[in-house]
């Protein structure tokens, strides 16, 4: 899987893209960006945004479709098909794709995410138009066959012997922990995928994959930097528009239970060097009041050195040496995904101190914001460090986390303008939202604690 991270890390070799905010220097100034919004006949959804600070443009296309609805008894099929798109193209064979890219000084990647899978470039403006072709022609006419098919089995089988099963904490606890605290199987399984699984797909398997799935209907295509907009609609509309559109997409059930018990569970790492501590806890629906109250108790328990967990667990106790975490903290941020999710955070620690003592002052920090209403200004100081955040995200090198954002907003919602109205959701929320949804969300008996004890496996197994 290719993550963020490695998406983000490519793309700073592109010059950042410049503040989109309303013109002033007050802090009043709400984030505004300018976007056009279209959808092709065949049902592609098209958001288009402009900006002159470097002749660049980032290129993205967001499916439908991640690992959380996979087929059952393929796990990691979803992220197996993300590497068979990079394969090539009736048009543009293996390695046409990539070079073109490289050749023109760009760079590409792509990942697969709970709820979307995603593909995307930064080349100068002037490559725009080779770009949209070749996005066109793999979105139609990917190749997909024995060949292709049983190379990236060996990939990706590979790539989860090397980066999962052999590596210290394993699936700890971005795995892990969404399996404990999940009971639908859709939310629950290992979406990186058991092996033999994975090497049990066939290509009827991934050619009727991408019938359903890889769709224009099921698909956003976001282009955003040094464009023309009238010129870039043009393009679109003549490489995309031919390609058919298919049934829509049935979504399963992947709707949670009400959590009503705490969860805990520990194994054996042989080779972990230091123990390890999780927790999580189910969040409130994307875009609801409680979820941006939700977003601002992330701020408050756990975003930075300010954040109460970080004093308690680090400053004060010495317990941990750095605390990670967050809504989709592990795989995504708290915009970027569409079904049940938790807020979760993990460290490392020595052994001198126990899950029972870590859960003790753990507790100390919930249970104050649960019975104390937080003042004012410790809620607008969590306020300023979301902007700060959400700014960050989108004046990141390259554009990808503007066109993620809109991305997201478009093919979830239908609306990528909500952008723009993020900070007002955020604004709204008042001390006394806060302290509700402390209340039911970080309630013991919603929380899952997933612990790694450190050392060789005793005979017999874990």
């Known amino acids: 899987m290719k993550h963020l991270s490695l998406a983000l890390a490519l793309a700073a070799v592109a010059l950042p893209v410049a503040a989109h905010a309303q013109a002033g220097a007050t802090a009043a100034n709400k984030l505004h960006v300018d976007a056009q919004y279209f959808t092709l006949p ?27 609805v996979e087929p059952k008894d393929r796990t990691g099929f979803a992220h197996l098909f993300e590497h068979l798109m990079f394969q090539g193209s009736k048009h543009a064979p293996k390695g046409v794709f990539d070079t073109t890219i490289t050749n023109s000084g760009g760079v590409n990647n792509g990942s697969t995410r709970f709820d979307f899978t995603n593909y995307f470039e930064i080349v100068p403006s002037g490559a725009l138009e080779r770009m949209l072709w070749l996005e066109a022609d793999r979105m139609a006419n990917p190749v997909i066959d024995d060949v292709v098919l049983k190379n990236q089995q060996g990939v990706v089988g590979n790539e989860v012997k090397v980066n999962v099963l052999n590596q210290p904490y394993s699936t700890w606890p971005w795995i892990d922990l969404p399996m404990l605290a999940n009971v639908n199987w859709y939310n629950s399984h290992n979406f990186y995928g058991d092996l033999k699984e994975i090497e049990a797909a066939t290509v009827p398997d991934a050619q009727a994959f991408s019938k359903e799935f890889y769709r224009p209907n099921n698909a956003v295509l976001v282009i955003a930097g040094d464009i023309d907009y009238a010129a870039t609609r043009a393009m679109v509309e003549k490489y995309f528009t031919p390609i058919p559109s298919a049934a829509p997409v049935t979504q399963p059930d992947i709707s949670e239970p009400r959590q009503t018990a705490e969860k805990f569970k520990s194994r054996v790492d042989a080779l972990a060097p230091k123990p390890g501590y999780a927790a999580g806890y189910h969040v409130p629906a994307r875009g609801t009041p ?35 975490g967050g809504i989709n903290g592990d795989l995504g941020n708290m915009f970027n995904y569409r ?5 979760s955070f993990s460290f490392t620690h020595d052994t001198t101190h126990s899950a029972a ?5 753990v507790d100390e920090v919930i249970e104050a914001l649960r019975t104390t209403p937080v003042s004012a200004a410790e809620l607008e100081r969590a306020r300023t460090k979301m902007r700060s955040e959400l700014y960050g995200t989108i004046d990141g090198g390259g554009r990808v986390g503007l066109i993620d954002l809109l991305a997201v907003y478009a093919l979830f919602d239908n609306d990528p303008a909500a952008v723009n109205r993020i900070e007002e959701g955020f604004a709204k929320v008042t001390p006394a939202l806060i302290q509700k949804t402390a209340q039911e969300y970080l309630r013991k008996t919603n929380r899952s604690v997933y612990v790694i004890e450190p050392g060789a496996q005793p005979k017999g197994g874990k």
Not at 310 to 322: M, N, P, Q, R, Y
Request: proline share 3%; aromatic share 10%.
């Open 42 to 68: 065949n049902g592609l959804r098209v958001v288009l945004t402009r900006d002159t600070i470097a002749p660049t443009v980032t290129v993205g296309v967001y499916y439908g479709i991640g690992f959380r």
């Open 290 to 324: 409680e979820w941006y109250a939700m977003g601002l108790i992330d701020q408050i328990l756990l975003q930075g050195d300010d954040s109460r967990l970080f004093k308690k667990l680090v400053s004060d106790t010495g317990i941990a040496g750095e605390l990670s």
């Open 339 to 343: 079904g049940p999710m938790l807020w």
């Open 357 to 361: 003592q870590i859960t003790k002052a």
